[in-house]
């Protein structure tokens, strides 16, 4: 049970490094945009392969892949415009609202995808008695870039550099605690609930990647972006099928 709670941090662990790493090292826009592009080929990865073709396996195709993958995205959309309306005292072209919508749609991505990877980390430690190394290597590595670029995000809007990384922290912690409750709480849950959550997760992820990653890195990043993100996502594939 414990071994749950260690792996949940550790897959959470890097929003700490990242975040530490974008208030220490002065990232340029260009950079920024080549290390979401690259979190974003690892995020593709890990939805395809570590999320979606696992609740499928697990569905046996009762219809739970596609409820999981319309309520994540609609979960995401719904809080995102929510977001962008409570922060709506900034014009959106101006450098610190526009910095400060995307951080905030950032987290939210990172924590929206993060509850439910969580959840499956815990599942890996009860189904096979270990973590999957390939879920745990794909849930650090995309951990990273994303925290970067919301810190940076934030960073540059103004947000305080000590509560920044404070709220990684409990983040994190936040997440150990989930893959607990995965270990705990999916040990009684039907094929299909488990399912669910696995596609919601990447529902989550796939809007987040649409609306905020992917534009940005390209904006950022330039043409470049494309062979980032194939790089990362060829990365991830890599690790995912060598477990």
């Given at each position: 049970m414990g071994e749950a709670f260690v792996w949940?941090?550790?897959g959470g662990s890097s929003l700490v490094i990242g975040g530490v790493v974008a208030l220490r090292v002065a990232i340029t826009r260009r950079v920024l945009g080549l290390i979401m592009a690259f979190g974003a080929g690892v995020l593709i990865s890990a939805v395809a392969y570590e999320l979606v073709h696992e609740a499928f396996?697990?569905?046996?195709?009762?219809?739970g892949i596609a409820l999981g993958l319309l309520a994540g995205s609609a979960v995401f959309f719904g809080a995102e415009i929510l977001i962008d309306r409570l922060g709506g005292g900034e014009p959106p072209d101006s450098g610190g609202g526009h910095a400060a919508q995307a951080g905030r749609a950032l987290v939210l991505g990172i924590i929206l995808d993060g509850i439910p990877e969580s959840l499956v980390l815990g599942l890996t430690v009860l189904e096979a008695g270990t973590v999957s190394v390939a879920f745990l290597a794909a849930v650090f590595l995309a951990n990273l870039p994303e925290a970067i670029a919301a810190t940076t995000a934030l960073s540059r809007a103004g947000r305080n550099s000590t509560r920044i990384i404070r709220f990684w922290v409990l983040v994190a912690l936040g997440f150990g605690v989930t893959s607990l409750a995965g270990y705990?709480?999916?040990d009684s849950a039907s094929q299909r609930t488990v399912a669910i959550v696995l596609a919601f997760a990447g529902g989550a992820v796939l809007t987040m990647l649409a609306n905020t990653m992917m534009p940005e890195a390209l904006h950022y990043g330039g043409k470049l972006a494309g062979f980032?993100?194939?790089?990362?996502?060829?990365?991830?594939?890599?690790?995912?099928?060598?477990?």
């Open positions: 949940g941090l550790v396996e697990t569905s046996a195709g009762d219809g705990v709480v999916l980032m993100t194939t790089l990362g996502f060829a990365l991830a594939f890599a690790i995912s099928s060598v477990q």
